[in-house]
């Protein structure tokens, strides 16, 4: 027997694909003990873009969310996502918010922390993957798929073992666009199950349609893990659904041992979600469709929207056509990183302005500059030397990792915290979205006054108007 085993991503990226990141732990939580007893191999619940969205729009604390589903699920792991040196923010953090966010993470529930990079470069990696280790953490390491010259299998092969010598409890395939085919998958997953001696993972998003068939191929060719949404959540930019594929292996040699039956009321249980979500508008009938341009530009479902937005802005929504033939360009130019958080925005945004302004790096925004100037990390391949001159003029590229440039921040991150602390992990949360968090400590205590207020009221009896 080769038992597949399945990672439950609708408590996590799931919703942040259709839905914006809006689930609220309320309607996580009557469903929690029914997840917990399916069998899954982890459920994803926390990081990527929840932890920024909680606090954002939902007036919750990321912390208190993660507390309040290991509370709920005793017996299967909890998952993260975490963007490396981003953390689960935008720019490069010190080495000691990396670890102690590292520790935090793991003390509030966290089992499993999937690390990636969006230009794969490793550098930004080792320090979370070791503080994961340190604290008794499943560190898994990912390779952000794309396609270019400089990407293949044997290269992506060499990158996983490179993860496996840092330590890597696991490795994941992460194909946030939807672009593995399925005969690439199964050769991909050969090279490595050839190479590595941990478990890999696959992670994919139905964008272009191709999600279930790149599984089943991944899985015949010795996949151990993949990660699927139960079915009201899934297809479209989310992940490929839960229940065709314990339906399809089952018997197999590949069976996941999963209840169908109990998949069922988990499935119902979520629908009401969706219905909800599609009625309010929520949920975009755009998102729930096949998109081909994600397999002819490589543009991830996310980011297509970006582009369509930023076009609607400027008042030139008929150059899409323009922009999308134009986001190769700027990718190639940038020395091809693959399209992920961050790296999808940057090269979307310039290649919007080039078309925009009819002149190629006309103006170029802090961001293109920092991927190009070498703030990110090292491209896969070399930035084209003359948009770089160009970009850069006099400044001298950087070659280091980024984060040895970063000295110790987080007892000035604390200080500057210390009014609104009420948990040690506030100084985290402030530390990576300072503007968002001080709204969201400020909501939450002017909440903590009105209920004093109203309790006082209770106590002291009412007085007659």
Same mark, same amino acid.
């Given at each position: ?15 942040? =694909? ?21 069998? #899954?191999?982890?459920?994803?619940? !926390?990081? %990527? &873009? $929840? ?9 919750? *604390?990321? !912390? ?7 509370? @709920? ?16 923010? #935008?720019?490069?953090? &010190? ?23 969006? /230009? ?59 672009? /593995?085919?399925?005969?690439?998958? #199964? ?45 009201? /959540?899934?297809?479209?930019? =989310?992940?490929?659904? +839960?229940?065709?594929?314990?339906? $399809?292996?089952? %018997?197999?040699?590949? *069976?996941? %041992?999963?209840? /169908? ?15 909800? !979500? ?62 992920? $958080? ?56 950087? +070659? ?45 205590? @002017? ?9 006082? =009221? ?8």
């Amino acid at each position: 027997m080769t038992k597949v085993l399945i990672t439950e991503t609708v408590l996590r990226d799931a919703h942040q =694909s259709l839905a914006a990141t809006r689930m609220s732990i309320d309607d996580m939580r009557d469903a929690l003990e029914m997840l917990d007893n399916i069998g #899954y191999n982890a459920l994803e619940c !926390w990081g %990527g &873009a $929840t932890f920024d969205s909680t606090m954002r729009f939902l007036n919750e *604390d990321p !912390w208190e969310r993660l507390r309040s589903i290991r509370s @709920a699920c005793k017996k299967t792991k909890l998952q993260m996502l975490l963007r490396g040196q981003n953390l689960l923010g #935008y720019k490069h953090y &010190a080495d000691d918010v990396v670890e102690y966010f590292v520790q935090r993470s793991v003390a509030n529930g966290i089992d499993v922390v999937r690390i990636f990079d969006a /230009l794969n470069d490793f550098r930004n990696i080792e320090v979370a993957m070791k503080a994961v280790r340190r604290e008794g953490g499943h560190a898994q390491g990912c390779i952000a798929f794309t396609r270019s010259p400089f990407h293949s299998s044997e290269k992506f092969a060499s990158d996983a073992k490179a993860l496996e010598e840092m330590g890597a409890d696991s490795v994941c395939i992460k194909d946030m666009a939807g672009l /593995l085919l399925p005969y690439e998958a #199964y050769d991909l997953v050969k090279a490595l199950k050839s190479t590595l001696s941990i478990p890999v993972e696959l992670h994919t998003h139905y964008t272009s349609g191709v999600g279930s068939m790149t599984y089943l191929k991944a899985i015949e060719a010795g996949c151990d893990i993949i990660d699927t949404a139960i079915s009201p /959540l899934a297809l479209g930019t =989310s992940q490929p659904p +839960t229940e065709p594929f314990v339906a $399809t292996l089952a %018997g197999t040699q590949y *069976d996941t %041992g999963l209840d /169908l039956v109990q998949l069922s009321e988990v499935a119902a249980y979520f629908r009401v979600i969706r219905e909800r !979500w599609l009625a309010s508008g929520l949920i975009s009938t755009k998102v729930l469709g096949v998109d081909v341009n994600a397999l002819i530009y490589q543009v991830p479902g996310g980011m297509l929207s970006n582009l369509v937005s930023q076009l609607q802005q400027a008042g030139k929504e008929d150059q899409l056509e323009a922009v999308l033939n134009e986001v190769p360009r700027v990718r190639e130019d940038f020395g091809f990183p693959p399209l992920v $958080t961050p790296t999808s925005q940057i090269v979307g945004t310039q290649a919007v302005m080039n078309v925009v302004t009819g002149e190629r790096y006309k103006m170029v925004p802090k961001e293109s500059k920092a991927l190009v100037k070498g703030e990110y990390g090292k491209t896969p391949a070399p930035v084209n030397p003359e948009i770089q001159k160009r970009i850069l003029g006099d400044e001298e590229p950087i +070659t280091c990792r980024p984060a040895d440039l970063l000295p110790p921040e987080l007892d000035s991150i604390r200080a500057r915290a210390a009014e609104y602390v009420e948990q040690e992990e506030d100084v985290l949360s402030y530390g990576m979205f300072p503007q968002v968090a001080e709204k969201f400590f400020q909501w939450r205590l @002017a909440q903590k006054h009105l209920i004093d207020n109203e309790i006082g =009221s209770v106590e002291g009896g009412y007085q007659p108007v």
